[in-house]
């Protein structure tokens, strides 16, 4: 089915591509995100609002266009016939796309172009049961495509589409619907410039570019820096199709149950004016991002205007509970067992993102023999897929000696599957865990990735406690005692340090006994911290971060989320022209941080950066060569 001619009162501002051959345009940022920032709960359908609250949709669309935006998009992303049937409104989909659809034309009026917003519908590919076919994916898109373009688009923006079939697919059935009409077609790239399947953003650029895509292109992902890998791939394609871009506003962080992108507009803005240079033509915001940040674009580009579950804590019976001796006044087998005479110092070493673990065994075994006192392993930080810390840290225990901390993430398991993984760390000999939240599903490099949180942070703490006392979260005799010592995370914040000090408190009650901290780069800044906690019983390690050059402390200030650095720093790095001088420098300013906080800190975190062993190793041999 075609569908005729668009109405004569649109053809006035149907120059898209014209107007994108002149000039770079800028589109607006995030709707879902911004919805939660407004207090909108996220775990019901936003698109349900275009016919719920209306006015409120209307209004971020009036808000966008009033920070400069020149193309704006419906709020229309996931209404298709698959994600809505989870919702019991399948039958709504006309009404809703319709809907959304208007309310963006009214906003925009006759200067700002409306994009038709398309996404994937979650099936996964390749398909290959008999319950979904590529027929039946095609005439979900075919469904809500034609109910946008009654409702007055100009353009279709099929974005965040992780599978090339799938894309193709929705280009195809654009191509059927209305075959004049402009085609942004933009994928994930989250790593080094490919899909998470793998795939080239150059491959699948020139693919949806033959298929019929007007703008190839990407947004979401993992931040501007990981989106201009991807960018410098599709600007080979610059000079036969137009390009566009979207980025996060960095890697999000669950603050209070809430999602928080915290890299801020300005470092945003310089960043997308390198994909320009690249060649992008069509810019704008994707997830985190916000009116303040299309507003940024617009002036640095000189753009002129045309729930959780909790842990209920029983007991059967008294005569349940095990008899073994164990003093329950302890702080774990970790803890109890640290060295008197000496500063106690956590190393951590990420489990490798492959099957050889040879070169981390060789850092721990070196780590070991310097005086660290427990290397800790993470749990598939950023949702990167890594080695299983399990077993890691059982190898390294077995084969140094030393003592190991488990990160445990709520973000991958059930409350079943946790607590197997407690009751595992336990078999194997393990006494020390993190307990922490984890980062969201969404920054993952894997497809098909859904975050569990049936418990969160505190909920976690709460059950490893139980399992300390002998009992499961059903409060149910386990025979033995677990003697783990129990860690929390802490992102200290000196502007506010208020709310995430009560939360450690909170941590503290249920259960924590240590503390590792998040990098932090300022002596005052720590003697702060270690004041403002001193009435918890708690041990805390503070977070050191050797910095490898001043682009790394630039990425890891504007883009990973609690992480600091001060500006001071982050100039005196790029006073050196060469890596290596600043690597230096940044190393002697680690060394400076050590001695200026090691008479009064309960001890040290080291960080690997980028999982570089050798230097905290170096850090820790003069650690302990001068008596520490």
């Known amino acids: 089915m075609v569908i005729g001619n668009l109405d004569m009162s649109r053809q006035i501002k149907y120059k898209f591509v014209d107007q994108l051959n002149e000039k770079v345009m800028l589109g607006d940022g995030a709707f879902g995100t911004y919805l939660f920032e407004k207090g909108v709960d996220l775990s019901k359908n936003t698109d349900l609002l275009n016919l719920s609250d209306p006015d409120l949709v209307y209004s971020i669309h009036e808000e966008y266009i009033r920070a400069g935006s020149e193309l704006i998009e419906t709020n229309t992303f996931g209404a298709n016939r698959f994600k809505m049937i989870k919702f019991g409104r399948e039958h709504k989909i006309r009404e809703i796309n319709l809907?959304?659809?208007?309310?963006?034309?009214?906003?925009?009026?006759?200067?700002?172009?409306?994009?038709?917003?398309?996404?994937?519908?979650?099936?996964?590919?390749?398909?290959?049961?008999?319950?979904?076919?590529?027929?039946?994916?095609?005439?979900?898109?075919?469904?809500q495509m034609t109910a946008l373009l009654e409702g007055g688009v100009d353009l279709f923006i099929i974005e965040t589409f992780t599978y090339l079939d799938e894309i193709l697919l929705a280009i195809e059935t654009a191509k059927k619907v209305a075959p004049d009409i402009p085609i942004v077609a933009q994928m994930i790239y989250p790593f080094r410039g490919r899909t998470a399947i793998g795939l080239d953003a150059l491959d699948c650029g020139r693919a949806t570019a033959a298929a019929g895509a007007t703008v190839v292109g990407t947004n979401c992902g993992r931040g501007v820096k990981s989106m201009l890998s991807a960018v410098e791939r599709l600007s080979l394609l610059k000079d036969t199709v137009l390009l566009s871009a979207f980025p996060n506003a960095g890697l999000p962080e669950v603050i209070e149950h809430r999602m928080v992108y915290s890299t801020p507009p300005s470092y945003m803005a310089e960043k997308v004016a390198e994909m320009v240079k690249l060649g992008v033509r069509l810019i704008g915001g994707c997830c985190g991002t916000t009116p303040a940040h299309i507003h940024e674009f617009r002036q640095h580009l000189h753009i002129k205007r045309p729930k959780a579950i909790g842990v209920a804590v029983s007991v059967e019976k008294a005569s349940d509970l095990p008899e073994d001796g164990k003093d329950l006044t302890g702080r774990g087998g970790m803890i109890d067992g640290l060295k008197p005479d000496r500063i106690p110092v956590l190393v951590e070493v990420d489990p490798p993102k492959h099957l050889d673990v040879e070169g981390i065994l060789t850092g721990a075994k070196a780590l070991a023999g310097a005086g660290a006192d427990a290397i800790t392993l993470?749990?598939?930080?950023?949702?990167?897929?890594?080695?299983?810390?399990?077993?890691?840290a059982h190898r390294i225990r077995v084969e140094t000696g030393?003592?190991?901390?488990?990160h445990l993430t709520c973000r991958d398991r059930n409350v079943l599957g946790l607590q197997a993984q407690i009751m595992g760390a336990h078999v194997l000999g393990l006494e020390a865990i993190l307990a922490i939240t984890g980062d969201p599903a969404t920054s993952t490099d894997q497809p098909g990735v859904s975050g569990v949180f049936d418990v969160r942070s505190f909920g976690l703490i709460q059950m490893i406690s139980q399992f300390n006392r002998g009992l499961n979260m059903a409060g149910v005799s386990m025979k033995e005692r677990t003697n783990?010592?129990?860690?929390?995370?802490?992102?200290?914040?000196?502007?506010?340090?208020?709310?995430?000090?009560?939360?450690?408190?909170?941590?503290?009650?249920?259960?924590?006994?240590?503390?590792?901290?998040?990098?932090?780069?300022?002596?005052?800044?720590?003697?702060?911290?270690?004041?403002?906690?001193?009435?918890?019983?708690?041990?805390?390690?503070?977070?050191?971060?050797p910095l490898i050059s001043a682009r790394n402390a630039d990425f890891l200030h504007n883009e990973i989320p609690g992480i600091s650095i001060p500006t001071e720093i982050r100039k005196h790095l790029w006073k050196y022209e060469k890596v290596e001088d600043q690597r230096k420098a940044a190393l002697d300013l680690a060394r400076k941080l050590i001695a200026d906080i090691i008479s009064f800190v309960d001890g040290l975190y080291l960080i690997s950066p980028l999982n570089k062993w050798e230097i905290p190793l170096t850090l820790l041999q003069e650690l302990r060569a001068a008596g520490h």
């Open 378 to 392: 993470a749990e598939h930080p950023l949702a990167v897929l890594r080695t299983d810390n399990l077993s890691l």
């Open 484 to 545: 783990f010592s129990i860690g929390a995370a802490f992102s200290y914040r000196p502007a506010n340090p208020d709310l995430q000090i009560s939360r450690l408190a909170r941590k503290a009650d249920l259960g924590a006994h240590f503390v590792m901290t998040q990098p932090i780069f300022d002596r005052d800044a720590v003697e702060a911290m270690m004041n403002s906690t001193q009435h918890l019983n708690l041990l805390i390690f503070t977070g050191i971060f």
């Open 99 to 143: 809907k959304g659809a208007e309310l963006a034309c009214r906003a925009a009026g006759n200067d700002i172009f409306v994009g038709g917003s398309i996404g994937p519908t979650g099936v996964k590919f390749p398909l290959e049961n008999d319950k979904v076919d590529s027929s039946a994916v095609q005439e979900a898109f075919f469904e």
């Open 402 to 406: 030393i003592q190991t901390v488990l």
